[in-house]
């Protein structure tokens, strides 16, 4: 496996007292690149002081979802789907506890509608409760299918659940 360190080394000029985004990331990507490795069970190093992180950095390094997909020791590493989900490249981690994590990331340079088609996923159900791990949110499936407007080069993560398990906030 890979590791994914972030946190400003490697920028031009770094300074230690001013995080900065490296190598000159948006927002959006970061959050692509955190959902990636984080599906992927990959480890995680944070090389900033913590108390000085960038706001995305606390979004995305801090949010209990992420970590709880990167975490699970229990379940395999995920990986990309060989067909994807409803056309688009997928990434799925299956977890212990029976969700399914899935980051789909929008490679294009404009907004656009991705879906995740539950039989695509291997979910075994008809339909399924979706917690956006970004947004915060939580919806359910239509016809074994959940669709959100996703940015530029950033990532649509969601977990998908019997609608049984406990949300964290």
Known sequence: GDMM???GQGCKNYDVHKPQHCP???????????????????????GTDLRDMTSIMTETLLNKD?????????APPG??????????KTWVRKL???????????LGD?????????????????????????KKEV?????????????SHDTLLVLLSKGEHSIVV
């Not at 959902?35 to 992927?40: F, Q």
């Not at 212990?96 to 929008?106: F, L, M």
């Not at 499936?141 to 996703?150: A, L, M, P």
């Open 110 to 134: 404009a907004p656009t509608d991705l879906s995740v088609c539950l039989s695509d996923v291997g979910w075994g159900e008809k339909d399924a409760q979706v917690r956006d791990v970004w």
């Open 66 to 74: 992420l970590i709880m997909i990167n975490q699970d020791w229990q």
């Open 24 to 46: 000159q990331q948006s927002d959006n990507e970061y959050r692509t690149e955190v959902s990636l490795y984080g599906v992927m069970s990959s480890p995680m190093l944070i």
């Open 5 to 7: 360190m972030t946190g």
């Open 139 to 151: 919806g359910t499936t239509t016809n074994g299918k959940f669709t959100r407007r996703v940015e």
């Open 79 to 88: 990986d990309v789907l060989p067909l994807g989900s409803c056309g688009s």
């Open 96 to 106: 212990s506890d029976g969700r399914i994590a899935v980051a789909i990331p929008n």
